[in-house]
Structure formats: structure tokens, C-alpha cells
């Protein structure tokens, strides 16, 4: 793959993401991806499990583009609850090597005060690069 992961010397490791990602080849975008199924049922409550399945339908729809989880350069969390997702990281970090591995692109975490969906905790869009 042509990627390469941008990190300053002299600078702190980033711990599950990079600082940033260059990369070439056919880009893959998807919408903001939210923890409901592809019936638009929310099967959980929980904000890990709403992750998990956001996770998993980011995979979906890349894999529509001919993309993988290791094609991803860029992820933008926006959750409902900072607290949530810093009260939750090791169990996120699981759900996430699950569904994705061990590619950590260079990603933004936002809190916002609400999704469109109200069961919403958490929506995620994603940018990935297939090589040419």
C-alpha cells in the first residue's frame, strides 16, 4: 500500500491513531455511519456496542468501493458524551482491533450535543485510499 504515516520527531507516540496519514490512490468516503443496522434498527443502547456497529458498517459500505478497513487514512468520531468514550476506551479499543485490526489512521473525536437519530451515541465518517 502507499501509505505513510506522518509523525513528527521528537514528538510524543500517538496511542491509537496517527498524526497524520499520506496516502495515494482511488479514495473511498463514507457518510456518517451511526450504531444501527442496515434496517435502521438500533439493536443496542450501549455506546461500545453502537461503536462496534458503526465500526462494522463503515466495513460494509468500504467494501462497496472495493475497500478494507486497512484502506482507511481518516476517521471523525462525533459522540454525544465525551465522558462515555473516555470511560470506555479499553473496551472500544477491543471492539475496534476486532473490526478494523491494527490500522490506526489519523482520526478527530468531536462532542456534539446531538445526533440526528435520537438513539444515537455516536456517528463516524471515514476516508479510505485504495492503492493505485
Known amino acids: 500500500?502507499?501509505?505513510e504515516f506522518?509523525?513528527?520527531?521528537?514528538?510524543?507516540p500517538a496511542i491509537g491513531y496517527s498524526n497524520g496519514v499520506a496516502a495515494r490512490g482511488r479514495m473511498v468516503f463514507t457518510g456518517g455511519?451511526?450504531?444501527w443496522t442496515g434496517d435502521c434498527v438500533f439493536e443496542a443502547?450501549?455506546?461500545v456496542s453502537q461503536v462496534a456497529q458503526a465500526l462494522r458498517n463503515i466495513v460494509a459500505v468500504l467494501a462497496e468501493g472495493g475497500a478494507g478497513p486497512e484502506h482507511i487514512v481518516r476517521l471523525t468520531w462525533y459522540v454525544t458524551s465525551r465522558d462515555e468514550y473516555?470511560?470506555?476506551l479499553k473496551e472500544l479499543g477491543r471492539a475496534y482491533k476486532e473490526i478494523i485490526g491494527r490500522n490506526y489512521p489519523a482520526m478527530a473525536l468531536v462532542?456534539?450535543?446531538?445526533?440526528?437519530?435520537?438513539a444515537?451515541?455516536?456517528?463516524?465518517?471515514?476516508?479510505?485510499?485504495?492503492?493505485?
Do not use: R, Y
Not at 444515537?120 to 493505485?132: L, Q
Open 1 to 3: 500500500m502507499t501509505t
Open 6 to 12: 506522518l509523525h513528527p520527531k521528537g514528538w510524543k
Open 111 to 118: 462532542q456534539v450535543v446531538a445526533l440526528v437519530e435520537d
Open 86 to 88: 473516555m470511560s470506555n
Open 45 to 47: 443502547t450501549d455506546f
Open 33 to 35: 455511519m451511526i450504531g
Open 120 to 132: 444515537a451515541k455516536v456517528e463516524i465518517e471515514a476516508t479510505a485510499v485504495i492503492p493505485d
